[in-house]
């Protein structure tokens, strides 16, 4: 491993804080510990805040989990340190999953009462079940087996230092877990996660997967801090589970820098040293956490660590100049994600009396067709007609009420998470421009090539240990970029795109999943003359690469211009399907699109 | 089968009042898109205001109530005219980390000022029994229930028949649509928060009438305020009415049958069912894409 200034420089903190007893007398190492207890929590809750974008107000639940965990093993089993801690962390991991799977499927108030009334609820068992948890006295007398006041040579330090230690070593773990996490590709699966989750669905990315790792892995750590913290004051109470505490970590998090990996330790440091030389009066400090939450979401809501690197950057900036992109050689210059166009003409997609009905409405009303490979298809009809509904049921966005589809041979049961049905090849696009408008572009394609990248449970865990090794994800995003012909600096953000540009991005990142059937909804909708035209000839050239295409259109120059076979579609029904010269001169179809009338006048 | 008939009438008389307290959260969800974590502070400054103006003040309890929700509203309309304004255009999480900002700061001003001492609001009934049928209450209870009845109802006409109802629901439903027909949605956004916040200061005082006041009060209550809410789907006013007085009669239930050390506990549960197995809520309709 290469020793950067940065490298040296967190070499440089780690050893100057692990040299702290040496330095410091005891209360500020007991400062420090207590610090570091909220590292671990903050840490936690970023990422799952930050990353995931669900914010959790159920943090301290595990905490509390946590610590009544190790007092119980300590004071019932007599356990020590090296299996409380462990099992803690186990039986805080497990909570988070089960409270995980009720509320990972929602955001907002839904997430946030849930988490909430969690931490509630512990709260008053361990008040209630008094033959258990001691109730309101709580559980005393956890041993402190890391105090070695009496061990020879370990004086120097007094009682504090081996628990700084511990926590110190805990900490530099989970900073570098969350580090290796959110700048690996589980990083950017989470962010596509809390940016857009239907957009990551398409792409192929598993969105409960990525927010219960985060979530799981939050609560585990703060178990582990519970833990710790129940052995270090070798005591426990229902306060631990605390609304105040969770409030604490919460002004931590937003104040460091939500969603950077160092934000919550600063602001953690910050907050607790803070308390400490103000000295301020226990029934101050609510409010004023109070009011910090309201200033700091209202005025700076990128917090601290954010704001000081904006800064520090604008020094830094023009010394390092951008790495020029490798450019790829001639013979990749075929679209990098098309797959064999295997047995061209042979069925790809078939959908059979498929049907949907909300409420009284039957949107989509007992509609077959067939997607051949190589093929562009089209579906057509006025507005209300069912196309974008029928998309959705076919890349299980809806479910559907009854037909069949069967995909590239598979066939695809009625409950079906949309990211399984990107996993067999088929990516869609949207309507509405979606975004990963916070993220670079480069990064946002990389992001789409998560499909491609195989990730099973050991890569994932080898990616969060260890780091996978460079898989060139970079200059594969840039390639697509260009045979889009997006020709932008990577690292600008999508939100600078003009509207046309984020369209061809959308179908970068489509295409980055490596589709055999690219399903484009609407693809041209509000695109001037000139960005219609290029996107027709990228769908042409996607088409020749071998790639097959499902659109939904209503440019009916770029339907009868482009569509090998089309599908009519009104009032929810199947009205026609035919090649563009039989579908134009279709009465049905004129009629559903003009009117009686037309018909009558053109014959 | 007394004993049933006196929990659930106790519960209706609880449930009314959480009725009231979720129809004007589920009411500024719905129309200013703010999850209002501070709602349950309007509540406990509901109750708390009813005191002092009774007690300090010496003021009719009548009086005092009706002044209570007034002033309880005033700050409402301070509060929205200078903070949340600003949360127009903010995503969801912003608006539950600023409102819960201002609910721990207002609560701890209030435990400042008061201190955790909990206080009872002097009924102006007395405290005798009337048994009737077998069934013991007091009269402050059926004055709360009737106020609140009266309360949830003549909210329901507002809505229904008058034009500021007719420009809140287009508000609720598109709010785009609704500023182009010349609605000025930011008016009815203030009016909005003023009122929802008027009627959680009432139930405040109502409870708080039969119950006890205390500054921290309002914690408890914004959880079974929302619980209400996403049991009878957010922003579903007639959700929050049923689940309102469904989560009474439960609390009821549990707190005469069981204990009453778990009786907070039951709504948890409900709202958990309820998300794995509707979690649009009871009464609430399937979303789309």
Known sequence: ?603 | MNEILQQLLNGIIIGSSYALLAVGLTLIFGIMRIVNFAHGEFYMIGGVLCFYLVQALQLNYFVALVLAVVLAMVLGAVLERSILRWLKDASIDSTIIVTIGLSVFIQNVMLLWMGPVPRSIPSPFGNTPIVLGGLTFTAIQIFVLAVTALVIVGFHVLLQHTFLGKAMRATFSEKDAARLVGIDTDRIASVTFVLGSGMAALAGALLGSIYLVYPSMGAIAVLKAFIIVIMGGMGNIMGAIAGGLLLGVAEGFVSGFISSDYSEAIGFFIVIAVLLFKPQGLFGRKGQV
């Open chain 1, 1 to 603: 491993m290469r020793l950067t200034p940065k490298r040296a420089f967190l070499v440089a903190v780690v050893a100057l804080a692990a040299a702290a007893p040496w330095i410091l007398p005891n209360y500020y190492l007991h400062i420090l510990t207590t610090a570091g207890l909220f590292v671990m929590l903050t840490s936690g809750l970023n990422l799952i805040h930050g990353y995931i974008g669900r914010l959790s107000l159920g943090h301290t639940a595990f905490y509390g989990l946590g610590g009544y965990t190790a007092a119980l093993l300590s004071t019932k089993l007599g356990l020590g340190l090296l299996l409380t801690l462990p099992l803690a962390a186990l039986t805080a991991a497990v909570a988070g999953l089960v409270l995980g799977h009720i509320t990972l499927r929602f955001r907002g108030a839904q997430f946030v009462l849930v988490t909430l009334a969690f931490a509630a609820i512990l709260h008053l068992f361990a008040n209630n079940l008094v033959d258990f948890t001691g109730g309101p006295m709580g559980l005393s007398g956890v041993a402190s087996p890391l105090l070695h006041k009496d061990l020879e040579g370990f004086q120097v330090f007094g009682s504090r230092a081996s628990f700084y230690w511990l926590v110190l070593a805990l900490d530099v773990v989970t900073v570098y877990l969350v580090w290796r996490i959110v700048h690996s590709v589980l990083g950017d699966a989470m962010i596509a996660v809390r940016e857009d989750e239907h957009l990551a669905e398409a792409i192929g990315i598993n969105e409960y997967r990525y927010s219960m790792l985060a979530f799981v892995f939050g609560a585990a750590v703060a178990g582990v801090a519970g833990a710790v913290y129940a052995h270090y004051v070798s005591f426990v109470s229902p306060e631990i589970f605390n609304f105040s505490i969770m409030i604490m970590i919460l002004v931590m998090v937003i104040l460091g820098s939500v969603g950077t990996v160092v934000g919550p330790v600063i602001g953690s440091i910050l907050v607790v040293v803070l308390l400490e030389t103000l000295r301020l009066q226990e029934s101050l400090r609510e409010p004023i956490f109070g009011i910090t939450l309201v200033a700091v979401t209202l005025l700076f809501p990128q917090g601290l660590a954010v704001l000081a690197g904006r800064r520090f950057g604008r020094r830094r900036a023009g010394s390092g100049a951008a790495a020029q992109p490798e450019v790829a050689s001639p013979a990749t210059a075929s679209l990098a994600g098309a797959a064999p166009a295997a047995a061209r003409g042979g069925v790809l997609l078939s959908v059979e009396h498929l049907t949907v009905r909300f409420g009284g409405l039957i949107a989509v009303d007992d509609v077959s067709f067939e997607v051949r490979r190589g093929q562009i298809v089209s579906l057509i009809g006025p507005n209300g007609a069912g196309k974008t509904t029928t998309l959705n049921l076919v890349t299980a966005f809806i479910a559907r009420n009854a037909g069949r589809i069967v995909f590239d041979g598979h066939e695809c049961p009625r409950h079906m998470s949309p990211h399984q049905v990107a996993e067999l090849g088929m990516i869609r696009t949207f309507q509405t421009t979606r975004g990963l408008l916070a993220v670079p572009i480069g990064k946002a394609v990389a992001t789409g090539l998560h499909r491609t990248l195989g990730l099973g449970w050991g890569r994932i865990a080898r990616a969060a240990l260890l780091g996978l090794p460079d898989q060139g994800l970079e200059r594969r995003a840039l390639e697509i970029l260009r045979q889009v012909g997006l020709d932008r600096d990577p690292d600008e953000l999508t939100a600078n795109l003009s509207y046309g540009e984020q369209r061809l991005l959308e179908v970068a990142i489509a295409l980055a999943a490596r589709p055999s059937l690219l399903v484009l909804d609407e693809p041209v909708a509000g695109m001037n003359m000139e960005e219609t035209v290029r996107m027709m000839a990228l769908i042409r050239r996607l088409r020749d690469s071998g790639i097959t295409i499902l659109l939904v259109e209503h440019d009916m120059k770029l339907v009868m211009g482009l569509s090998d076979h089309i599908v009519v579609l009104d009032h929810g029904k199947r009205i026609a399907e035919g090649t563009p010269a039989e579908i134009q001169g279709n009465p049905q179809v004129i009629e559903a699109y003009l009117g009686r009338g037309a018909v009558n006048a053109a014959a």
